[in-house]
Structures are given as structure tokens and as C-alpha cells.
């Protein structure tokens, strides 16, 4: 079992920046991928960024690449999102989610084994 408590979502303005964190607690850390993926009302859940469990291989989706970085730290048991210039289309509550079976980076809902509660992100025009 794995348990993530995403924090850091808030209301920022066009242009700003947040830094999401997932912190995980159950099995080794080290030992799975991480992403991160956002939902808006009526749409389906989308891949925003994913983590391979040592950290030395990322993937982005097009609409983020440039823009937002993931990260983790393997010592702190937890996983980031660092987003830049962010935009009002940004606006959405992300979640991060966990991926036990799999050893690369991985960018599909179905691949990811383990979900957090998901935060809130407001970027007002």
C-alpha cells in the first residue's frame, strides 16, 4: 500500500509560479515511478508529468514541457511540481499518483497504481 497527500495548490495569478508536493508514506519510495496528472470540471483526467523511482528520467505533456519540472527526493519520500509561467488554462486540481509495476516514466492513467486526494489550482487572467 501506498498513501500521497498532495499540498501547495493555491490561487496565483497569470505569469506566476507554485511548487506542488506529494509526500508518500507505505513502501520504499525509491522503489516506484511518480507522476502528476490534472483534472478540470467535465474533463477527463490528463498526464502532466512523470518521474522514473530514481529520478534520472522525466516525461512531459506538450501543453507543460518548457514550463513545469518534476522532481523527488528519494530521502524525503516525496515527489515535486515545480510550474513557471503558469496560465488561466493551468486551472485545475492536480493530482499525484504512484506507479508500482513499472520501471520507466510512465504517461498513462491506467499504469498508475496508487492516487493522492488531489489540490487545487487557480490561475487567474
Known amino acids: 500500500q501506498v498513501q500521497l497527500v498532495e499540498s501547495g495548490g493555491e490561487l496565483v495569478q497569470a505569469g506566476g509560479s507554485l511548487r506542488l508536493s506529494c509526500a508518500a508514506s507505505?513502501?520504499?519510495?525509491?522503489?516506484?515511478?511518480m507522476g502528476w496528472f490534472r483534472q478540470c470540471p467535465g474533463k477527463e483526467r490528463e498526464f502532466v508529468a512523470a518521474?522514473?523511482?530514481?529520478?534520472?528520467?522525466?516525461v512531459y505533456a506538450d501543453s507543460v514541457k518548457g514550463r513545469f519540472t518534476i522532481s523527488r527526493d528519494n530521502a524525503k519520500n516525496t515527489a515535486y511540481l515545480q510550474m513557471n509561467s503558469l496560465k488561466p488554462e493551468d486551472t485545475a486540481v492536480y493530482y499525484c499518483?504512484?506507479?508500482?509495476?513499472?520501471?520507466?516514466?510512465?504517461?498513462?492513467?491506467?499504469?498508475?497504481?496508487?492516487w493522492g486526494q488531489g489540490t487545487q489550482v487557480t490561475v487567474s487572467s
Open positions: 499518483a504512484a506507479s508500482i509495476y513499472t520501471t520507466v516514466a510512465v504517461t498513462t492513467y491506467v499504469d498508475y497504481d496508487y
Open positions: 507505505g513502501r520504499t519510495f525509491s522503489s516506484y515511478g
Open positions: 518521474i522514473n523511482r530514481s529520478g534520472g528520467s522525466t
